[in-house]
């Protein structure tokens, strides 16, 4: 096509966004920072990671354009691509506190994380997305999305973040990819050979007409020009992450259990009038509910015996702890949900749009307080939702508006402390978990933590399980193990010597004593995630790429 922004690479579109004479690139391939995670599993590396940073002007505005080179690795994000994006957008982040207005502008074309280097990548799109979040308070922060690849599983999140989001007709958006929702619950669920049901679900002009897109462009570098000066120009708006009580609205309106179609959502999400949601706090019910580990942990750590909820898959409650209101959070299972494919304990639309509001709520109350109440998440999570109506819906969007909820708050001055008590996979963890200002975990052989279930990982990289086993003997970032994981640094506290599924009283007094401890260190710190580069695993090298390229990065600044 004559002009078109998506047949362009990622360096290129780059270039035919700004202004002729001001493309200046950070990091490129002459410095060499590629993956070190690829070549020990058979990869040929690329020497810019696939990532393109280059500052410049559009229309005489001082720009940061990040762009994604989807034809390396699928677009995915490791240590070092994350590193580069979330660099680059901290330091835009302190020019932008200086009084130096720079904008982000951030070209998707990616499959999320990057399965090779799973771990960092998690850690990496948290790192991104909380960077989004804070720069939000100074400057409109504009995602674009031309095409070919999309922009897919943990950057679906990120770009849901986003001011405004922009996109041509060639382009997608969705957290899971049909191959997974395939993979995890059947052909019945979503036929991956069905090209037409997957453009009319998650192409951009659905997109657009059900909220998750702004606005929708013609595949000329022009017209998208056209588009990013306008968004760069229009006044502030609220984020599409705070629309809860429309969300919730509508998903107590919709019945999953009736047949639907793209076009007949488009006009149910149309007649949806949004209406006050009660905040649903847990309170004392019957001995009969859940008794997963993040409902176990819940009901230790409150002290309620039997804890029922309004939304059952979502507990939440204030509670004393050493004269401080502390409030706690936890998604569980409920076999009984209107909406299957949470049963089990997996973060889908509702248990993401009712965190963010329990959240938010919290920030509300004590918005004119000078000490702002500890929020504890009790993190036992599975993954995301898989579901064809979960994609049509938008859980990209309900899972982004509970992480910006969680970091929201904890830029606002909450601690925010995960533990981990169970298993922390995908984009649940994203959504509730990886704002953490502080995490901890226990000690437990049967955690897993990591971006893709085993099945779904093999059939993604083309690999068998077993060979996934043996990457992993290299790789501790793709390893399920939560020892593994706490050999990158992210944790604050690993607990060992915790009868995971039989606490006993001795057992919460040290997870208790622990998150007290953790809310304690979090007082005069920075109210970033810059904690987790500064453990000792992460200076002993467990980030060791990640400091690099964020070194490097400041030199050329």
């Not at 229309?59 to 699928?74: D, H, T, W, Y």
């Not at 997974?180 to 036929?191: P, R």
């Not at 919290?362 to 009790?378: C, F, G, M, T, Y």
């Amino acid at each position: 096509m004559l002009n078109s922004f998506v047949e362009l690479n990622g360096r290129d579109r780059a270039k035919a966004l700004l202004d002729e004479g001001t493309f200046r690139e950070l990091l490129g391939p002459l410095d060499k920072l590629q993956s070190p995670h690829l070549e020990p599993q058979g990869i040929v590396p690329q020497s810019d990671d696939g990532i393109i940073l280059a500052v410049g002007e559009i229309r005489k505005r001082k720009v940061l354009i990040i762009s994604m080179e989807g034809a390396f690795q699928g677009g995915g994000i490791g240590e070092v691509s994350g590193a580069k994006i979330s660099g680059a957008l901290e330091l835009a982040l302190e020019e932008n506190k200086k009084g130096n207005t720079l904008y982000p502008i951030m070209i998707f074309d990616t499959g999320g994380v990057r399965l090779q280097e799973a771990n960092y990548g998690l850690l990496a799109i948290s790192e991104i997305g909380a960077q989004v979040v804070a720069l939000r308070k100074y400057v409109p922060v504009v995602g674009l999305i031309p095409g070919r690849v999309g922009a897919f599983g943990g950057m679906s999140i990120t770009a849901e973040l986003f001011t405004t989001l922009i996109a041509t007709k060639k382009a997608r958006l969705g957290l899971n990819g049909p191959e997974v929702i395939e993979q995890e619950a059947g052909v019945m669920e979503f036929d991956s050979s069905d090209k037409a049901l997957i453009w009319s679900t998650i192409g951009a002009n659905q997109r657009q007409h059900t909220g998750l897109i702004d606005d929708v462009v013609e595949d000329t570098t022009g017209a998208v020009i056209e588009a990013v000066d306008a968004a760069l120009g229009a006044p502030v708006k609220p984020a599409k992450t705070e629309q809860t009580d429309f969300y919730l609205t509508l998903l107590k309106a919709l019945d999953p259990t009736e047949s639907w179609t793209p076009e007949r959502y488009r006009e149910f999400y149309k007649q949806q009038q949004p209406v006050k949601q009660p905040i649903p706090l847990a309170k004392e019910g019957a001995a009969d509910a859940s008794d997963g580990r993040g409902y176990r942990w819940f009901s230790l750590l409150t002290g309620i015996t039997h804890p029922v909820s309004d939304v059952p898959t979502v507990l939440a409650a204030d509670v004393e702890k050493n004269g401080q209101l502390c409030r706690y959070i936890s998604i569980v299972p409920d076999a009984e949900s209107r909406f299957p494919r949470v049963r089990k304990g997996e973060v889908g639309m509702m248990e993401g749009w009712t965190v963010a509001q329990i959240v938010r709520d919290a920030i509300l109350q004590d918005e004119n307080s000078e000490v702002k109440r500890p929020i504890i998440a009790v993190i036992d999570v599975p993954s995301q939702a898989y579901g064809y109506k979960e994609e049509m819906v938008g859980i990209s969007l309900a899972l982004a508006a509970s992480a910006d909820a969680y970091a929201t708050a904890r830029l606002q001055g909450h601690p925010v402390i995960g533990v981990i008590v169970g298993n922390a996979i995908s984009g649940g963890f994203l959504a509730h978990g990886l704002q953490s200002n502080r995490l901890i975990a226990l000690d437990d052989g049967k955690i897993n933590i990591q971006a893709m279930s085993k099945a779904s990982a093999a059939r993604i990289t083309k690999r068998t399980i077993a060979e996934l086993d043996e990457a992993t003997k290299k790789v501790p970032a793709m390893a399920y193990d939560v020892r593994s994981y706490s050999t990158l640094g992210p944790l604050y506290r690993l607990l060992a010597g915790i009868q995971a599924d039989d606490p006993q009283r001795g057992d919460v007094a040290t997870v208790e004593q622990t998150i007290s401890e953790a809310i304690d260190s979090t007082k005069d710190a920075p109210r970033d995630l810059g904690f987790r580069l500064e453990t000792k695993e992460a200076l002993a090298g467990g980030r060791a790429a990640t400091l690099k390229v964020r070194k490097a990065l400041s030199e050329q600044w």
